[in-house]
Structures are given as structure tokens and as C-alpha cells.
């Protein structure tokens, strides 16, 4: 169904055409040009306002601190098993962090609606690898607390954990954040673009 206006005024003619089934891979940049002279949606236009590249920043700084961290938590002089050493959660899931930052950056970068998709895509991998992460370093800390904890390296471990469980929060929150926005500009069929001629 498309529709068009024509508005005539002594002015020069300004014509409108409204189409809602135009396709939706297209992008607004900021100082108003068209990406290959395609019409753009509004809802992706949306999302980089959100400030994906601010918000990749943070991950790939909260991805390299858990990585430092996790290496700090390794390599301890002391042997005290932890949940976190065995799993390997602070080596991959850093990776997956830095990963969702470097796309989200990206996504703001580029302007292309399939960076937006891939960022998407790995955002929910890393707010899912993040409540992970979270779990275990909760488990981590409950163990340690329930053997009323005596050791060195025992409050070690405990102030590491507690670290990293301050990084890991805000991954999971920003992680979550930005998949919504990206849902919501590269699942959005409905959209309706207006083109002014």
C-alpha cells in the first residue's frame, strides 16, 4: 500500500511518499546522507544515537580487566582451587567481551545494517556468557565463605572474585542494553519509511 501527498503553495511543490514495504537495509548518517542513495529507517538511525561506540568501549576495557584479572587469579603463588580457574570463564569469556565491544563499535563505525546484526548476535552470546560468569563467581565466593575463611589466600581469592564480579555486572547490563537496541533495528519489518522529495 503506498500513498502520496502532493502539497502545492505558491512555494516550490514539496512531494511526500509514505511506503511501508520498502527494505529495511539502510541507514541515516548523522549529517543527513543517504547510504548508496537507499531510504533509511528510522529505528536504525535510533540506535546509533543509543552510542553503541561509547558502550563497545566500556566492554572492551571491562574484557581486558578480566582478562588482567583472571591472569592475577591464575597464576597466584598460592594452590587454592577455584571454580573460575577451572572453568576458564576469565580467558574465553574476556574474549567474548572484547569481541561484543569490537562489533558494537563497529556497528556505530560502519552504519551497515548487518554489523548491527552480527553485534546483536554476539551481545547476546556475551550477556549470556556474563550470567554465567556471574553464577559461578557467586558459587566462587559461597564456598570460600562457608569455610570460614582463615587463609591469605583465601581473602584473596575472595577481593579477585569480587573484582571481577564488579566488572562482569555492567558487562551483562550493557550487553543486554545493546541487544535490545539491536533487536529492535534489525528485527523491526514494520517500520514505515517516509521519503521527502
Not at 55 to 65: E, F, K, N, P, S
Not at 79 to 101: D, K, M, P, R, V
Amino acid at each position: 500500500m503506498e500513498s502520496s501527498k502532493v502539497v502545492s503553495t505558491d512555494k516550490p511543490t514539496v512531494f511526500i511518499e509514505v511506503n511501508p514495504k520498502v527494505i529495511q537495509d539502510t541507514v541515516i548518517f548523522f549529517d543527513g546522507h543517504e547510504a548508496g542513495g537507499k531510504n533509511h529507517t528510522t529505528v536504525l538511525k535510533g540506535f546509533l544515537k543509543a552510542q553503541p561506540k561509547a558502550l563497545g568501549t566500556v566492554q572492551i576495557m571491562i574484557g581486558a580487566m578480566v582478562f588482567i584479572l583472571g591472569i592475577v587469579l591464575t597464576s597466584s603463588i598460592y594452590n587454592y582451587t577455584a571454580i573460575l580457574e577451572y572453568s576458564g570463564i576469565n580467558y574465553w569469556g574476556s574474549f567474548i567481551y572484547i569481541s561484543a565491544g569490537c562489533l558494537s563499535v563497529a556497528a556505530q563505525n560502519k552504519h551497515h545494517p548487518c554489523v548491527v546484526k552480527a553485534s546483536l548476535g554476539i551481545n547476546v552470546f556475551s550477556a549470556i556468557t556474563a550470567g554465567m560468569a556471574i553464577h559461578l563467581m557467586g558459587i566462587q565466593l559461597a564456598l570460600i565463605s562457608m569455610d570460614n575463611p582463615s587463609l591469605y589466600v583465601e581473602y584473596f581469592t575472595m577481593r579477585v572474585t569480587g573484582i571481577l564480579l564488579v566488572f562482569t555486572i555492567p558487562q551483562f547490563i550493557i550487553s543486554i542494553y545493546i541487544s535490545a537496541l539491536g533487536c529492535k533495528a534489525a528485527c523491526n519489518k514494520d517500520s514505515t519509511v517516509v521519503n521527502v522529495h
